[in-house]
């Protein structure tokens, strides 16, 4: 095979040296990766888990229920990974509020980011060395690569290494906002479907599991942290830790409610259909204000808009027929 490209493809006996020093070094890459992965020392709980219950893990709702202990990187985690732990505990929350678990999330997090901040430059280095080896490409491209002086070049590859190490950051919180404002949106219905299923003799944990199943095509976040929730008490974890983490993972602050008072009727043995009815009633009340909220917000938010778009139409009818008109008289 190659061979044959070099025999098709003269322009690359003189740089096949540097095409197999880039094949080698991105080999030894994910050589080192594979065996960092292999070599990550595994929670004998997360294994006792899946020799128990294997169907079940495999599904990616099940993912990140049980892991190790967070402790200081060392090695090469240090280059791949903050070493301030308050830094690693704001980044595990942000992976955790847009969804993604595991004890290696910030790790691989990381490693995308230092991933992106070598290929895209390497990208844009291998089309110019491509280019200058006389190897065919569009038209457009080449112009381009042509047009390019040495600094401009440098100024690129710079500007490349930054967006692939910072986007993955900007990406990040979009996912954070758009999950949050998913389960805010889909939580009162879901609190309604259980004070029902409560108050039709399910229990609190059967009635979250139903809903979850219910609600598995219309609210997917909400669901899977229902679920997150059954399955972190049936491994045999404590009820109130399970719903404290509930409350952390969503980052909503009627999620961290509606926690503090289930916890709160099974402490002191209050009915959990009369809490649960009384809050439902309090989330439909702020969910109406929040409404109006928005609703009133719109004639100020309107108001710039239409004085931006409308303004300059208004001058140009009240002053434009008095410029006509002296134009006319003195021109």
Not at 24 to 51: C, E, H, K, S, W
Not at 180 to 201: H, K
Request: aromatic letters at 8%.
């Amino acid at each position: 095979m190659v061979e044959w490209l070099l025999d098709n493809f003269p322009a690359l006996n003189s740089n096949v040296n540097i095409i197999l020093m880039i094949g080698v070094g991105v080999g030894m890459m994910l050589f080192v990766y594979g065996a960092f992965d292999a070599l990550t020392p595994a929670n004998p709980a997360i294994r006792r888990y899946r020799r128990n219950d294997l169907n079940n893990r495999r599904s990616s709702f099940d993912a990140g229920i049980l892991y190790n202990p967070e402790v200081d990187p060392k090695g090469l985690m240090k280059a791949l990974m903050p070493v301030d732990r308050n830094e690693r505990s704001r980044l595990k929350r942000d992976l955790r509020n847009a969804g993604f678990l595991g004890q290696n999330a910030i790790l691989r997090f990381f490693g995308l980011r230092v991933a992106l901040a070598i290929a895209l430059p390497m990208v844009f280095v291998l089309l110019v060395m491509i280019r200058r080896s006389g190897i065919w490409l569009p038209g457009d491209l080449i112009w381009f690569i042509d047009s390019l002086p040495p600094l401009v070049m440098l100024q690129i590859i710079a500007g490349l290494a930054g967006i692939g190490f910072f986007a993955p950051a900007v990406w990040l919180k979009r996912k954070v906002s758009q999950r949050v404002r998913e389960i805010e949106e889909s939580f009162p219905n879901a609190l309604d479907l259980i004070q029902i299923s409560v108050e039709a003799g399910l229990g609190f944990d059967a009635a979250m599991t139903r809903v979850a199943n219910e609600m598995v095509h219309s609210a997917p976040a909400l669901c899977q942290e229902f679920r997150m929730v059954q399955l972190e008490i049936a491994a045999g974890g404590e009820r109130e830790k399970a719903l404290m983490d509930l409350a952390a993972r969503t980052g909503v602050d009627e999620v961290n409610s509606f926690s503090n008072v289930v916890l709160q009727s099974v402490r002191f043995g209050t009915s959990m259909s009369d809490a649960l009815q009384i809050y439902a009633h309090e989330m439909r009340t702020s969910r109406e204000l929040r409404a109006q909220e928005r609703a009133n917000k719109l004639p100020v938010k309107m108001s710039a808009v239409m004085s931006a778009l409308m303004l300059p139409a208004m001058i140009l009818l009240i002053v434009g027929p008095v410029v006509i008109r002296w134009m006319n008289t003195f021109g």
